[in-house]
């Protein structure tokens, strides 16, 4: 499995701006988290602040896997790259918390 589109076909021009693309969208993404889940995450849920600033940050994390996703499985396409596995983790925690006391 390949980590990154240009990996599959190498050399070609257009696989490797789609990593590029991938890659600034990483950033981004990262972004989010570190302002603003970490923070409630260290604290253990405990600091209100933090946790209100990460409840508002929400629907920014779905706007990006809106965007990201288009409608496919993966954000890597129709098989998961490394973007994917880079979002997934952090997610998988916030999918987590639903219906938990925090």
């Known amino acids: 499995m390949p980590l990154w589109p240009h990996e599959a076909k190498r050399g070609d021009l257009t696989?490797?701006?789609?990593?590029a693309e991938f890659k600034?969208?990483?950033l981004k993404y990262d972004k989010l988290?570190?302002?603003n889940f970490w923070g409630a995450?260290?604290?253990r849920f405990q600091?209100?602040?933090k946790v209100a600033k990460l409840k508002a940050a929400l629907p920014q994390f779905e706007a990006w896997f809106v965007e990201n996703l288009a409608g496919k499985n993966?954000?890597?396409?129709?098989?998961?790259?490394?973007i994917?596995?880079?979002a997934y983790?952090?997610?998988e925690r916030v999918a987590l918390l639903d219906g938990s006391p925090w």
């Open 33 to 35: 988290v570190n302002e």
């Open 89 to 91: 983790v952090v997610m």
């Open 84 to 86: 994917d596995m880079h």
């Open 15 to 19: 696989e490797t701006m789609r990593t």
């Open 47 to 49: 600091d209100n602040e």
């Open 74 to 82: 993966f954000i890597g396409g129709d098989q998961p790259m490394y």
């Open 24 to 26: 600034l969208q990483m």
């Open 41 to 43: 995450l260290l604290s």
